[in-house]
């Protein structure tokens, strides 16, 4: 057997209850899975110390030592060992703050189910693959920077001695703006090679995050995440098998909880990926929130609102707008029907200032809600969700009436399209 691929196999069992370890250690061979056990922390850290596994699962309720302070140990040995923490529910708070805080990667909670066991394991194992293979990644990437790093010094130097170093940067500059665009190209080709619906849907994800893009709602810096999130926000999707995706893509109906549960961890991978790719943090940031709804209720994160970045607000509209599989008048009728609720009003509102999907008369145009200013006529009545009118059709906006529409807004959303005569 490839020992990487044994490796992948190999999980690390601790508990002090002999009777409970034989029992899990028996269910998890079952799944095809190679078991170390261990009865207390100290044996465990020594096979550690001698051994690399995949997945060290540990119980919180041991005497001694604590199964998370064992996890946390286990993790200053062999980082990219994924860390499962079998628990009851009385520490919830101190688990979850775990979990985010990256000492654990994964929880069983009392009592448990075979599914759960059976995806916390698969989970944890593709983590440790992907994580084991990053490290390579970035082994080869050192290398390669150290090569680059000579080769730059070697080009200094020279042009020193010519007295052409201002040539000199921006010939670096321009490798590595070409090095980006090389390296976004190559994750393209990656997902259109691994599923080409994928590689279509990004394209046109790209030509609608490009026209907001160009418009006066971005900085620089942003207008950098947003196209660079676009060009990989899907790229999570490879770490799922190819039948699960079609499945998932085809008919997600007959998915199982545990597929369904790939699909949710997919913008958590692609964060991960995305540094690969850019260093910024927002443009990871915006890949793992591209699925967050406007009113909470999205994942990975739940985020809401503003807590939400404003490119992953943005992406998340074009998105929406390409993976509906809806004409594209429908695809519209959608977005404008969860305009607060799914999707920031103001993300909607630019997307169809700025892509024109939707027909308007030559005199009507479409505005944001921070572009209403006084003078303004209204080519369409904005009323609330419950159909009562603010303010009127042809109605000439002044500064009462635009401070009464941004009040009302304050407290609840204006989620309609805010259309003025040219």
Same mark, same amino acid.
């Given at each position: 057997?490839? @020992?990487?691929?044994?490796?992948?196999?190999?999980?690390?069992?601790?508990?002090?209850?002999?009777?409970?370890?034989?029992?899990?250690?028996?269910?998890?061979?079952?799944?095809?899975?190679?078991?170390? @056990?261990?009865?207390?922390? #100290?044996?465990?850290?020594?096979?550690?110390?001698?051994?690399?596994?995949?997945?060290?699962?540990?119980?919180?309720? &041991?005497?001694?030592?604590?199964?998370?302070?064992?996890?946390?140990?286990?993790?200053?040995?062999?980082? +990219?060992?994924?860390? =499962?923490?079998?628990?009851?529910?009385?520490?919830?708070?101190?688990?979850?703050?775990?979990?985010?805080?990256?000492?654990?990667? %994964?929880?069983?909670?009392?009592?448990?189910?075979?599914?759960?066991?059976?995806?916390?394991? +698969?989970? $944890?194992?593709? @983590?440790?693959?992907?994580?084991?293979?990053?490290?390579?990644?970035?082994?080869?990437?050192?290398?390669?920077?150290?090569?680059?790093?000579?080769?730059?010094?070697?080009?200094?130097?020279?042009?020193?001695?010519?007295?052409?170093?201002?040539?000199?940067?921006?010939?670096?500059?321009?490798? /590595?703006? *070409?090095?980006?665009?090389?390296?976004? %190209?190559?994750?393209?080709?990656?997902?259109?090679?691994?599923?080409?619906?994928?590689?279509?849907?990004?394209?046109?994800?790209?030509?609608?995050? #490009?026209?907001?893009?160009?418009?006066?709602?971005?900085?620089?810096?942003?207008?950098?995440?947003?196209?660079?999130?676009?060009?990989? !926000?899907?790229?999570?999707?490879?770490?799922?098998?190819?039948?699960?995706?079609?499945?998932?893509?085809?008919?997600?109906?007959?998915?199982?909880?545990?597929?369904?549960?790939?699909? #949710?961890?997919?913008?958590?991978?692609?964060?991960?990926?995305?540094?690969?790719?850019?260093?910024?943090?927002?443009?990871?940031?915006?890949?793992?929130?591209?699925?967050?709804?406007?009113?909470?209720? %999205? !994942?990975?994160?739940?985020?809401?609102?503003? #807590?939400?970045?404003?490119?992953?607000?943005?992406? $998340?509209?074009?998105?929406?707008?390409?993976?509906?599989?809806?004409?594209?008048?429908?695809?519209?009728?959608?977005?404008?029907?969860?305009?607060?609720?799914?999707?920031?009003?103001? $993300?909607?509102?630019?997307?169809?200032?700025?892509?024109?999907?939707?027909?308007?008369?030559?005199? *009507?145009?479409?505005?944001? &809600?921070?572009?209403?200013?006084?003078?303004?006529?209204?080519?369409?009545?904005?009323?609330?969700?419950?159909?009562?009118?603010?303010?009127?059709?042809?109605?000439?906006?002044?500064?009462?009436?635009?401070?009464?529409?941004?009040?009302?807004?304050?407290?609840?959303?204006?989620?309609?399209?805010? /259309? =003025?005569?040219?």
């Amino acid at each position: 057997m490839d @020992r990487s691929a044994s490796h992948s196999q190999l999980i690390l069992l601790v508990d002090d209850d002999v009777d409970a370890l034989a029992s899990l250690a028996e269910m998890i061979t079952r799944e095809g899975f190679l078991v170390k @056990r261990c009865t207390c922390g #100290r044996e465990a850290l020594r096979e550690i110390e001698k051994e690399i596994f995949a997945v060290a699962i540990a119980n919180q309720a &041991m005497s001694g030592e604590s199964g998370l302070q064992l996890l946390h140990q286990i993790r200053q040995i062999q980082p +990219n060992c994924s860390r =499962v923490l079998i628990s009851g529910t009385e520490q919830a708070d101190t688990l979850i703050g775990a979990i985010n805080a990256d000492e654990i990667l %994964g929880l069983l909670v009392k009592p448990w189910t075979r599914g759960d066991l059976v995806g916390t394991l +698969n989970s $944890a194992r593709r @983590r440790y693959v992907l994580m084991s293979d990053n490290q390579k990644l970035r082994q080869e990437s050192q290398g390669l920077n150290l090569q680059l790093a000579a080769v730059k010094e070697r080009l200094r130097e020279q042009f020193c001695i010519v007295a052409e170093k201002r040539l000199a940067l921006k010939k670096v500059h321009d490798v /590595l703006r *070409v090095s980006c665009e090389h390296s976004l %190209g190559l994750c393209f080709r990656l997902i259109s090679t691994f599923y080409p619906l994928l590689g279509r849907q990004t394209q046109a994800v790209v030509e609608i995050c #490009r026209a907001m893009a160009a418009s006066e709602y971005f900085t620089q810096e942003e207008r950098h995440v947003l196209m660079t999130s676009a060009w990989i !926000y899907d790229i999570g999707l490879v770490a799922i098998e190819r039948p699960v995706l079609h499945k998932l893509f085809a008919k997600p109906e007959t998915c199982s909880p545990d597929e369904r549960a790939m699909l #949710r961890h997919h913008p958590i991978i692609g964060q991960m990926l995305a540094a690969f790719v850019d260093q910024q943090q927002a443009v990871g940031a915006t890949v793992r929130a591209h699925h967050e709804r406007f009113d909470g209720s %999205g !994942y990975p994160d739940g985020l809401a609102g503003q #807590r939400i970045p404003w490119t992953a607000r943005c992406l $998340a509209v074009a998105v929406a707008f390409v993976h509906s599989g809806m004409p594209k008048s429908q695809s519209a009728a959608y977005l404008q029907e969860e305009s607060g609720a799914g999707y920031d009003p103001e $993300a909607v509102r630019l997307f169809f200032r700025t892509n024109h999907v939707a027909d308007l008369p030559r005199n *009507v145009r479409e505005v944001l &809600m921070s572009e209403l200013t006084p003078g303004m006529q209204l080519a369409r009545g904005i009323v609330t969700p419950s159909g009562m009118l603010l303010l009127p059709e042809g109605l000439e906006l002044n500064s009462i009436s635009i401070d009464k529409l941004n009040n009302h807004n304050r407290l609840n959303l204006v989620s309609e399209r805010l /259309l =003025v005569y040219e």
